[in-house]
């Protein structure tokens, strides 16, 4: 039976070519792997091979042929004598058409509208007469690991320094005495290597905690924590998990220059298939910790070296976990809304009361996770105050802010009664000298500045 | 009818000016007496028995499973230019006998693999349907990644394959991994880790080598040097191209494998695995190979001659190779062809099956982005 031939794509958006060259004469036997023709485009030419045996019976379009449309019948080969019963045999490919009929048409847009979020549960209700115990952050950070790894036998924890030496910040102190070094891993300074080793482990089955001795080492290894832990669920159509934890300090910390000083919080939260959280407190830093690690998904846990030593209550309670994606309103208020994350709550938490003192009632909102973003609790509280300030210790430019503003003009410009402002650090490199980074860095002042702005109170 | 090559000697490569092999150095030491006797000692070991001693099951098995691989991949190449599979999409042909040489050692309970973009024989391998592989290729839902990964992501868990990675050498590190939570685990598997002669200048592939020595992890890193890193061949790309010899400053011991030899793969494979599973820590092997077709779809591979690719497919091919050896055995040309057509068949099958299946549902854009809902 005759097959036939069809000039072929060099690439899916290729429409036309031209068969520069037969390398097969009418009557010549081919056998697969052959190289029959060349073809060319104005970028490359390609060998088209055989994939079946037979004769090439005729040749339909003369070598040197430009404009040759893709899917031209260029030539006829007959199959071979001794193989009459191939006509039983389907034999699709070589048949089929490039026609439009075969490639499905693209619909237009999805017709599937985007599923709601199942919406974040609130925060588990602390019994009444619960205790509390003031704990620093770092102390918070470690009992969360803790405990998580007394509950579950694959956690562990790899990183520089974070076992013999007791951690960098002293974050996972203790933790090797309990759990020993098959739990508790020192790697080399390898942050590409140990990222993917760590990665490679979640898909694996385990659920590794990797530090980064800061977030700023962790640009070595981004490849891993986006192209390997964030994007495999998708494109293995669910069938590949990686429940990791990627943590350590973030943002600037005091007079270490521009390399060891950036807020990797926007970076990260731009990228489908992470979790990005950034707690403030010691609570939320101990509850947020255990629910990363329980969590299926890869998580960025961002932490910041400022706040490491700072001491709040944490309640005295067998499991204290918390949701992810759930905002926490940390002062109620009623004439503006600041919003903030990590180490700039604490400075939103400044300006409020200094606000206060000026008659002006803000309510402070820690975003605690950055993504996905708790976008039900800024428009609550933007429909409450009408107003609204995002305070942010990192660059302004693409930033959690920008992100917090265009949530504000998409869903909730009825409720504005003054632009939405932010309030970031200077779009410089961080400088080392004690005065220029106090310059660039955001502080209670601006916030109540901007605040001030957005009420029209000056 | 396939040419009959007398298939020559020679290694793949042309080794003029490394024609030393790895155990030659300090093959005359007794091992109490040469304290880096680890380096070469699976060399030696190897070089002891190079050719797996086959049953003519095995043989005629590694034969149809390199076959399958060869006609699925042409078949692959066909559906790109019809417009089928868009993309990149990296065909193994002629590289069949290193997936099979090493995939047919492993115990597929403990072991698993990982690999590059150029995965669809390292799939085959493991007997995964070439429907669902090639419904991938596609992009239809019925694909093993629900058309979702395309050519570069695929994986299998249920065989313990974890893909099929995008980004160069980053499987490598993935792979120590892998190898760490089979320690971790105490299960008594291998981590299998496949890269090219590319990969093997990426970073992270040393800062692998390092760790997954220091913590003695059960993982056989294998370089499958097809000549090429895309378009740059190795001499032009790698300051040392013996690429086995890149263990040695981390304390990994190298073989140097034919890698268009089946049987040859397979005996290499025994003697890494045996030193993996006794607690010994990580091997390196390169496998020395040839791709008949350029890196990618859209590479017209302009780079080398057709001479030279003629004479590997004329004195190399690991299939032809395998065929020579199970005439010799007593098959029949006919008994072949006879395979041949069986599994032409199951191929455009596949290719039936992954044109007329449908594209995923729009719905799909939205699914596996998480698993949990927050």
């Known amino acids: 039976?005759?097959?036939?031939?069809?000039?072929?794509?060099?690439?899916?958006?290729?429409?036309?070519?031209?068969?520069?060259?037969?390398?097969?004469?009418?009557?010549?036997?081919?056998?697969?792997?052959?190289?029959?023709?060349?073809?060319?485009?104005?970028?490359?030419?390609?060998?088209?091979?055989?994939?079946?045996?037979?004769?090439?019976?005729?040749?339909?379009?003369?070598?040197?042929?430009?404009?040759?449309?893709?899917?031209?019948?260029?030539?006829?080969?007959?199959?071979?004598?001794?193989?009459?019963?191939?006509?039983?045999?389907?034999?699709?490919?070589?048949?089929?058409?490039?026609?439009?009929?075969?490639?499905?048409?693209?619909?237009?847009?999805?017709?599937?509208?985007?599923?709601?979020?199942?919406?974040?549960?609130?925060?588990?209700?602390?019994?009444?007469?619960?205790?509390?115990?003031?704990?620093?952050?770092?102390?918070?950070?470690?009992?969360?690991?803790?405990?998580?790894?007394?509950?579950?036998?694959?956690v562990f924890v790899m990183g520089e320094e974070v076992a013999e030496y007791q951690g960098a910040y002293k974050v996972t102190q203790g933790l090797l005495d309990e759990f020993g070094p098959k739990r508790v891993i020192d790697t080399p300074i390898t942050e590409y290597g140990f990222a993917g080793i760590g990665t490679g482990a979640a898909m694996g089955g385990l659920r590794p905690i990797v530090e980064f001795m800061t977030f700023n080492f962790a640009m070595q290894a981004i490849d891993h924590i986006i192209n390997s832990a964030a994007k495999t669920n998708y494109m293995s159509g669910g069938q590949m998990r990686c429940p990791i934890v990627f943590r350590g300090p973030n943002g600037a910390a005091s007079r270490v220059g521009a390399q060891h000083s950036q807020n990797y919080g926007p970076w990260y939260a731009s990228v489908p298939g992470l979790i990005v959280i950034a707690p403030y407190d010691s609570s939320d830093a101990k509850g947020l910790m255990k629910a990363a690690i329980r969590s299926e998904d890869p998580v960025v846990f961002l932490e910041n070296e400022l706040v490491y030593g700072r001491s709040f209550d944490v309640p005295d309670i067998d499991d204290h976990v918390l949701p992810i994606g759930k905002a926490r309103i940390m002062r109620e208020g009623s004439d503006v809304t600041i919003v903030s994350y990590s180490i700039g709550v604490g400075l939103a938490l400044e300006a409020a009361e200094e606000l206060a003192g000026e008659g002006i009632d803000a309510e402070v909102i820690d975003l605690r996770t950055l993504r996905p973003l708790d976008k039900q609790a800024v428009l609550t509280s933007l429909a409450k105050t009408?107003?609204?300030?995002?305070?942010?210790?990192?660059?302004?430019?693409?930033?959690?802010?920008?992100?917090?503003?265009?949530?504000?003009?998409?869903?909730?410009?009825?409720?504005?009664?003054?632009?939405?402002?932010?309030?970031?650090?200077?779009?410089?490199?961080?400088?080392?000298?004690?005065?220029?980074?106090?310059?660039?860095l955001i502080d209670a002042s601006s916030i109540v500045e901007a605040a001030k702005k957005v009420c029209y109170a000056d | 009818m396939a040419k009959q090559p007398q298939k020559s000697k020679a290694p793949a490569k042309s080794r003029a000016a490394k024609s030393k092999s790895a155990g030659d150095a300090s093959a005359n030491a007794a091992p109490s007496d040469d304290p880096d006797f680890i380096l070469h000692s699976l060399q030696q070991e190897f070089e002891e028995q190079k050719r797996f001693n086959a049953s003519p099951e095995q043989?005629?098995?590694?034969?149809?499973?390199?076959?399958?691989?060869?006609?699925?991949?042409?078949?692959?190449?066909?559906?790109?230019?019809?417009?089928?599979?868009?993309?990149?999409?990296?065909?193994?042909?002629?590289?069949?006998?290193?997936?099979?040489?090493?995939?047919?050692?492993?115990?597929?309970?403990?072991?698993?693999?990982?690999?590059?973009?150029?995965?669809?024989?390292?799939?085959?391998?493991?007997?995964?349907?070439?429907?669902?592989?090639?419904?991938?290729?596609?992009?239809r839902e019925a694909g093993i990644s629900k058309g979702k990964g395309g050519s570069m992501h695929m994986f299998s868990t249920e065989h313990k394959f974890y893909g099929g990675h995008g980004i160069v050498g980053a499987q490598v590190a993935l792979g120590g991994g892998l190898a760490l939570a089979h320690k971790y685990n105490e299960d008594g598997g291998l981590c299998l880790a496949y890269f090219g002669d590319g990969a093997a200048n990426q970073g992270q592939v040393y800062e692998t080598f390092n760790m997954a020595s220091l913590w003695n992890l059960p993982i056989v890193f294998v370089v499958e040097d097809n000549q090429y890193a895309m378009g740059t061949s190795t001499k032009r790309s790698s300051a040392e191209t013996r690429f086995y010899r890149r263990g040695t400053s981390f304390r990994i011991p190298g073989m140097e494998v034919n890698g268009m030899d089946v049987l040859e793969v397979r005996a290499a494979a025994e003697v890494a695995f045996k030193h993996v599973r006794e607690g010994k820590g990580p091997v390196l092997m390169e496998c020395n190979t040839y791709r008949y077709r350029g890196h990618s779809m859209s590479d017209p591979a302009k780079y080398r001659t057709r001479e030279e690719v003629q004479e590997q497919r004329d004195f190399h091919d690991p299939i032809e190779g395998l065929k020579k050896t199970l005439i010799e055995g007593g098959k029949t040309e006919e008994d072949l062809k006879a395979i041949d057509k069986g599994i032409r068949k199951v191929v455009a099958e596949a290719a039936d099956f992954a044109e007329n299946s449908p594209e995923p549902a729009p719905s799909e854009l939205y699914t596996d982005v998480l698993v949990e809902s927050y």
């Open chain 1, 1 to 154: 039976m005759g097959i036939e031939l069809k000039m072929p794509a060099l690439s899916p958006t290729m429409e036309q070519g031209t068969l520069a060259k037969w390398l097969k004469a009418e009557g010549d036997t081919i056998e697969p792997g052959d190289i029959i023709a060349e073809i060319e485009t104005d970028k490359a030419t390609m060998e088209f091979e055989a994939i079946d045996e037979g004769v090439l019976s005729k040749i339909m379009i003369a070598e040197g042929t430009e404009d040759v449309a893709v899917g031209t019948v260029i030539a006829m080969m007959s199959g071979e004598g001794d193989d009459a019963d191939d006509a039983s045999t389907p034999e699709p490919a070589p048949a089929a058409t490039a026609e439009p009929a075969s490639t499905p048409a693209p619909a237009p847009k999805p017709a599937a509208q985007k599923p709601a979020p199942a919406g974040p549960t609130h925060d588990p209700e602390i019994p009444e007469g619960t205790s509390f115990t003031s704990t620093a952050v770092r102390e918070a950070l470690r009992d969360g690991m803790a405990e998580e790894m007394r509950r579950d036998e694959r």
């Open chain 2, 59 to 139: 043989m005629l098995e590694f034969y149809e499973q390199m076959l399958l691989i060869r006609r699925f991949e042409e078949k692959a190449g066909q559906l790109y230019g019809l417009g089928l599979i868009g993309g990149f999409c990296h065909l193994y042909i002629g590289q069949e006998a290193v997936a099979i040489g090493l995939q047919s050692a492993l115990d597929g309970d403990k072991d698993s693999v990982i690999t590059g973009y150029r995965d669809h024989g390292h799939m085959l391998a493991y007997g995964i349907d070439p429907k669902v592989i090639m419904a991938e290729l596609t992009g």
């Open chain 1, 386 to 440: 009408n107003r609204l300030v995002v305070a942010e210790e990192g660059w302004p430019t693409c930033s959690i802010a920008s992100e917090i503003q265009a949530l504000c003009m998409e869903e909730g410009f009825d409720d504005l009664d003054a632009p939405v402002l932010r309030v970031c650090n200077e779009d410089v490199p961080l400088p080392y000298a004690a005065n220029l980074e106090e310059l660039a």
